[in-house]
């Protein structure tokens, strides 16, 4: 059954997965991070790839995510920044090393742009993803523009589509499958959001789950949690503890539900893929009978066991 997944992989192109329905947002090195970053707010998105003008091709992503540790330097050095242009213009300043200015090429070579061609294979944009790049951009051969990307939650929705014919697989206990990482990266409901900020960044995490005083899972914050932040920031709400923080910036958003993605050991493969797909999550929670994380799985670790099982 394994090698029937990989000959999926093999013969499915990147085409199986449909590109955005407003095309593929491309960012030009020419234009100022913070119209780049307002770009992403405008178009609901965390990234974009950048176009550089002078050396005449894609160099990275330009990420939201990049904004928390601008966030954390501007708090740690008393700034004062409730604007984007505040928070860009000031976080700038963190990086001593950028000779010519922090400029939008400059944080897209951050995040890596690792191309496949449309004809390419899931298999070969597993193996991409499974490094953990978040997102593989599909570029045309004759055009050279993005025509496409694809991401971490693409893969796991073209599985559950294909899930009847591949799901003896994962029909085993998340116990028996045995991937994940433990311990949980955790914070205290009454962590004030600023820190949880800086132990997102200090661990190069894109969230951490939030627990009771018991250890009980209470929620969790991630990328889309700050590109809501950053829509309308105020760096005093980030003295906030952390749910109060979640709570105010999510009633911002016509979507305010957030489900938390949660599994015990006993439960069977299939039923992650399914809630994955359900809730959009990246990762899902093991939790025990009195609901304390115990492992958190991510669509990474998914891909990783993937291609073990499929050599």
């Keep these: 059954m ?10 499915s192109s990147v085409d199986s997965i449909a590109p955005p329905k407003n095309g593929v947002i491309v960012l030009d090195s020419t234009e100022q991070v913070v119209q780049g970053f307002q770009k992403l707010l405008d178009n609901n998105i965390l990234s974009a790839p950048v176009w550089d003008v002078k050396e005449n091709k894609f160099i990275g992503f330009l990420d939201v995510r ?12 008393n700034l004062q920044g409730d604007s984007l242009l505040d928070i860009v213009n000031f976080g700038a300043k963190m990086f001593k090393h950028a000779t010519d200015g922090v400029t939008l090429p400059y944080l897209a070579r951050r995040n890596p742009f690792y191309a496949v061609k449309h004809d390419s294979s899931l298999h070969e944009v597993v193996e991409i993803l499974a490094k953990g790049i978040k997102r593989v951009p599909v570029v045309d051969d004759k055009s050279g523009k993005v025509v496409n990307i694809v991401s971490q939650s693409s893969i796991i929705q073209f599985l559950n589509k294909h899930l009847k014919e591949i799901s003896p697989i994962f029909e085993n206990t998340i116990e028996e499958i045995g991937i994940g990482s433990t311990p949980v990266l955790t914070v ?4 004030r959001a600023i820190d949880v900020f800086r132990m997102m960044d200090q661990h190069t995490r894109s969230g ?11 929620g969790y914050t991630s990328g889309p949690d700050l590109k809501l932040f950053i829509q309308t920031p105020s760096l005093g709400v980030l003295q906030l503890p952390i749910m109060s923080f979640l709570s105010k910036i999510r009633a911002q958003s016509i979507d305010i539900s957030t489900p938390i993605t949660t599994l015990n050991l006993h439960e069977p493969g299939t039923l992650m893929i399914g809630k994955l797909v ?12 009195d609901y304390r994380p115990s492992k958190v799985i991510s669509i990474v670790d998914l891909l990783r066991h993937i291609l073990d099982i499929t050599k």
């Design 66 to 77: 990049d904004l928390v540790s601008f966030c954390v330097f501007i708090h740690d050095n």
């Design 2 to 11: 394994a090698q029937k997944l990989k000959q999926l992989l093999l013969s």
């Design 208 to 218: 951490v789950a939030v627990v009771d005083t018991s250890g009980s899972l209470l």
């Design 188 to 191: 205290s409901k009454e962590t």
């Design 278 to 289: 359900a809730t959009r999550s990246h990762r899902v929670f093991i939790v025990t009978n």
